[in-house]
């Protein structure tokens, strides 16, 4: 057992010799000798720190997450009148709770932020090799509200210097993307003047997870300030469109030198994305985010955290679900541009009394989005045509290329980030409040 290991378990240990001398446990109306309870306890603790101690160290905080199970466990441990248990049946049913709270308090931690932000570095399919314990520490990083809460201008190039120059091993890297993660969440969201869109704050969260990625799959061959030759670039070109950063790359590598070609990469790169992406020939515009809607206070979370029937967020947490869905992973384009539609039809909303769902769905968007007649008309007339894609995909009978379909997706992401970023900015002080209420 290493150094931290045996520092936790000694915490641990203390915790619960404490607990039990708080805690009067009776069998047939007698105490129950202590020394007698412990000895049952000890093989848990080696079996909980032999599982799950090289994930965490023994600060207080930590610690605290034994807690939450003991708590429950000596709450619920003392003997049932009807049923008399004997010390060591309550010892071996502590034993075995105590294992299988922390087994199911740790198996669920993966989960706990996946849905509201996005964390491709826990799911994409070239980072399976990460175990549930790194995943684990990087939300628990994430989540640690004390441990980086007053570092909120740590930078990309701060990251990438931290792993720069040697192979990271999986749980070095994952916990420095968590708490890079967090440190960067909190500094975008809610601490800023200028504040940015919950789909913004998702976005970037991407792109963080992304550089991150690239930073521990790629051997730099210099620190902070040496170029990254092109073929790194190119080798990531993919991954760089399906995430949606070409527009910002070189600007979050920050410090880190790009080459020549690299250059030239990104300027082919920012000309697709502004053309209509990916080799199309239509080239589709969508007008700016007011800044007015920028300045949103909170996450999506606390959107989606409200109950189900709060009649402000409803619509809006559907749409958001749904939108995120369809930018997860690298799956079917066109599933992704139906679950774009589900989206649109949740915040726009349809009435069923009235015929034409894609005519309705065309005026409401080109109302919120919009601002003059002409941009009315325009956006109009692409909604349509990118429901007339989705009719096609969904009915089976899909005649366009891919490369349409992609460009449909793409405009249709812009869009409904537009509308909901619009739909929200009126309901964030009633969402505020009722999220501190």
Known sequence: MNAVNEKWKVALESKLKLALSETTLSDNGERIDV???????????????SRFGHILD????????????????????????????????????????????????????????????????????DCTNFSLTSKVKAVECFGLANKVGSKRNVSIYEVIGALNGKRTED???????GLYLKTFVEGHIGHRSDGITAFEAISRVKQTIFLLKLANRIEFANPIGGAIPA?????????????DVAEDFAELLGKVTLTKEVRKVVGEERSNWKGGAHGATTILTTPPVPQQYLRLPRASSDLIDLPDNHSDSIALKNAMIWAMDAQQGRGDISLKLVQLSIAFEAVLGID?????????????????????????????RQFVKFYNVRSEIVHGSKTRADSEVRVMYFWAKRVLQIVIAKEIAPRMDSVTSTVKR
């Open 171 to 177: 749980e070095t890297f994952i916990i420095q993307s």
């Open 35 to 49: 020394s007698d309870l412990w000895g049952r306890l000890k093989p848990a603790i080696e079996q909980i720190v």
């Open 231 to 243: 073929k790194v670039y190119v080798r990531f070109g993919k991954d760089i469109r399906e995430l």
């Open 58 to 125: 023994s600060d207080e905080a930590s610690i605290q997450i034994i807690d939450v199970a003991l708590r429950e466990i000596y709450r619920t441990a003392d003997t049932d009148p009807e049923k008399p248990q004997t010390s060591q049946e309550i010892g071996a049913e502590i034993v075995e709770r105590m294992s299988r709270e922390a087994s199911q308090y740790f198996a669920a931690l993966p989960n706990k932020y996946d849905v509201f932000f996005e964390l491709p570095g826990l799911k994409d399919a």
């Open 352 to 380: 069923s009394t009235k015929q034409g769902k894609t005519e309705q769905l065309a005026d409401r968007c080109a109302y919120v989005v919009a601002n003059t007649r002409s941009e009315r008309a325009e956006i109009r």
